[in-house]
């Protein structure tokens, strides 16, 4: 028997959010309205040991799915203040690492699978350290970049740096979902926008924005200066996640990012089995997909031996997505079994948009 259909408001778990967070007001955190002179009011940022410790329990098929870390508190009424250090950064990334479709059995050359990749990296408070790529901080792993999680009420300041070496691009960070003033859109409108719509090579940029309550849910985020029809294409966008109130986190969060990377269709920026994820659960697991499309195609998400309600209530297991786009998918897991993920346009399917679902008793 298949996996139980979902409830969406049903899930539970107590995976951590990430960031360096604090659960005071805005007002007692030094910020007025319109965000100046800020005098961050934040906790510390995440212990690499301890964020260590919850990537190795969340990848240790055999421990507790929960990660030991606890990052954010839970508040009433007023939101928190998360804060993100954000850096573009290259760095040579592989399509297929394993150098081959193991579906077809295709051997895929070094040169039409590697590229220096422009990606969105997490850091510790001022930049000073990369964070650790762990499921805790919402992977910072290359394509996608780091998860910005939050839940309504907060705010998240997001402070950037284009440190672009290779491609020498201006870059920016335009978020989906948040409520924010003009000049944090971070979309590049010709004699318009502001700084933070094209930040050169070395240059920084803060960008301020609110959970309201319209933003519960996945989104995109992305570059949106004018490189972006290069820049998203080398990597620059993530996800964003943001929960309800007093919405539980699930047990599992499974980032499923479609684009299209040098001449192959892709998953995180990955092409065919075992380069794409290999995701993980076990039954009694309460598991999320959070999907987002960038770039040229619409996409048909599909999960096998699984089942889950759509936006008008019925039974489906494949649901569309177009560029820009995004949906979170959850199920409490029962259908133990080594399962297939996939965009189920058959092209793009065999030109690398497939993975692998494990699950265990
Ligand atoms: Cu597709």
Same mark, same amino acid.
């Given at each position: 028997m298949g996996a139980a259909i979902a409830v969406a408001a049903a899930i539970g778990g107590a995976a951590p959010l990430v960031?360096?967070?604090?659960a005071t007001a805005p007002s007692a955190a030094g910020a007025d309205e319109a965000g100046h002179a800020h005098t961050?009011?934040?906790g510390p940022p995440a212990d690499p040991a301890v964020v260590a410790r919850a990537r190795k329990a969340a990848v240790d098929a055999d421990a507790p799915p929960t990660p030991t870390v606890q990052l954010s508190t839970s508040r009433r009424?007023?939101? =928190? #203040?998360?804060?993100?250090?954000i850096k =573009? #950064?290259?760095v040579p990334w592989d399509v297929a690492p394993n150098g081959v479709d193991p579906l077809t059995g295709r051997q895929v050359p070094a040169a039409e699978r590697q590229m220096t990749a422009v990606v969105y990296r997490g850091y510790t408070s001022g930049w000073r350290k990369p964070l650790p790529n762990t499921s805790a901080s919402g992977d910072n792993d290359g394509i996608p970049g780091p998860t910005i999680q939050a839940r309504v009420g907060d705010r998240v300041i997001v402070h950037f740096k284009n440190e672009d070496r290779v491609h020498k691009l201006p870059h920016s960070m335009h978020f989906h979902a948040f409520t924010y003033a003009p000049g944090s859109d971070g979309a590049y409108i010709p004699q318009i926008s502001g700084r933070g719509s094209r930040v050169?090579?070395?240059g920084t940029f803060t960008y301020r924005l609110t959970a309201g309550p319209q933003s519960a849910g996945v989104w995109p985020y992305h570059d949106h200066s004018p490189s972006m029809d290069q820049s998203i294409p080398l990597g620059l966008y993530g996800v964003v996640a943001i929960l309800g109130g007093n919405e539980r986190?699930?047990?599992r969060r499974f980032v499923v990012a479609f684009g299209e990377t040098l001449a192959f269709n892709t998953i995180d920026g990955r092409a065919f089995i075992g380069n794409t994820p290999t995701f993980h659960a076990k039954v009694g697991d309460r598991v999320e997909w959070d999907v987002i499309a960038?770039?040229?195609n619409f996409h048909t998400f599909?999960?096998?031996g699984h089942r889950w309600l759509n936006a008008a209530g019925a039974p489906t297991d494949t649901q569309t997505i177009g560029p820009g786009e995004s949906f979170r998918i959850r199920w409490t897991e029962d259908a133990p079994g080594t399962w297939y993920y996939h965009c189920h346009v058959e092209s793009h399917q065999m030109n690398g948009m497939i993975g692998l679902y494990r699950v265990d008793r």
């Open positions: 960031g360096q967070t604090s961050p009011a934040l009424g007023r939101g =928190a #203040v998360r804060e993100y250090w =573009a #950064v290259d050169p090579v070395g986190p699930p047990d960038l770039g040229d599909h999960v096998h």
